[in-house]
């Protein structure tokens, strides 16, 4: 079982910056890839960005690319989303979530573990 708590949502204005944490605790972190997914009001779920469990590759929604930056550390069992130019649009529930059976997935049905999200907010 692996437990995930995001922090760093909130209010900012468009054009503005904002970065994310998750913290894993439970299991190796390591061992998942890890994404973030988000949910506009109204809006199904969907997905962010994504890093494989060492770093190695990452994978973006076309939505946030150039703007948004996944990262992790190991050793803090942490992932982040360094989201800038932030926009109107990019309002919404954020969530990460970790993958065990690292596949690098765009696809909620393949995560297994979710955190309880946290509110971003962009005001015009």
């Known amino acids: 079982q692996v437990q995930l708590v995001e922090s760093g949502g909130g209010l900012v204005q468009a054009g503005g910056s904002l970065r994310l944490s998750c913290v894993a605790s439970g299991r190796t972190f390591s061992n998942y890839h890890m994404a973030w997914f988000r949910q506009a009001p109204g809006k199904e779920r969907e997905f962010v960005a994504v890093?494989?469990?060492?770093?190695?590759?990452?994978s973006y929604a076309d939505s946030v690319k150039g703007r948004f930056t996944i990262s992790r550390d190991n050793a803090k069992n942490t992932v982040y989303l360094q989201m800038n130019s932030l926009k109107v649009e990019d309002t919404a529930v954020y969530y990460c979530a970790a993958d065990r059976d690292r596949r690098n997935s765009e696809l909620e049905s393949e995560y297994d573990y979710w955190g309880q999200g946290t509110q971003v907010t962009i005001s015009s």
């Open positions: 890093m494989s469990s060492i770093g190695v590759r990452t």
